[in-house]
């Protein structure tokens, strides 16, 4: 079993900056990849970025590319998302994942998840 903790959502104006943690704990977290998702009212959670277990390879849906960036830092045990240049359609609950493979862009494939964190983007 794996526990999935995020933190760091909020309210920001289109620009900013935030950065979202997810923190694990549980099974050896190098073991697993990482992924981000989110979930808009009213739309399908949707893949966002996913990173392998020796921090190789970061994978990004083309909407986020050049303003988000994956990383993790397997001593921590933690994940992050840094979001830049943040949009109102950026608006949206931040869900982290693991599974135990290579990552994945499809929801379905990954074992574990976090609660969500609330991203707000005002215009």
């Known amino acids: 079993q794996v526990h999935l903790v995020e933190s760091g959502g909020g309210l920001v104006q289109a620009g900013g900056s935030l950065r979202l943690s997810c923190a694990a704990s549980?099974?050896?977290?190098?073991?697993?990849?990482m992924g981000w998702f989110r979930q808009a009212p009213g739309k399908e959670r949707e893949f966002v970025a996913a990173i392998n277990r020796g921090s190789s390879s970061p994978y990004y849906v083309d909407s986020v590319k050049g303003r988000f960036t994956i990383s993790r830092d397997n001593a921590k045990n933690t994940v992050y998302l840094q979001m830049n240049s943040l949009k109102p359609e950026d608006t949206a609950v931040y869900y982290c994942?693991?599974?135990?493979?290579?990552?994945?862009?499809?929801?379905?494939?990954?074992?574990?998840w976090g609660q969500g964190t609330q991203v707000t983007v005002s215009s």
């Open positions: 994942a693991a599974r135990r493979s290579l990552y994945s862009t499809v929801s379905r494939s990954y074992d574990y």
């Open positions: 549980g099974r050896t977290f190098s073991d697993y990849a």
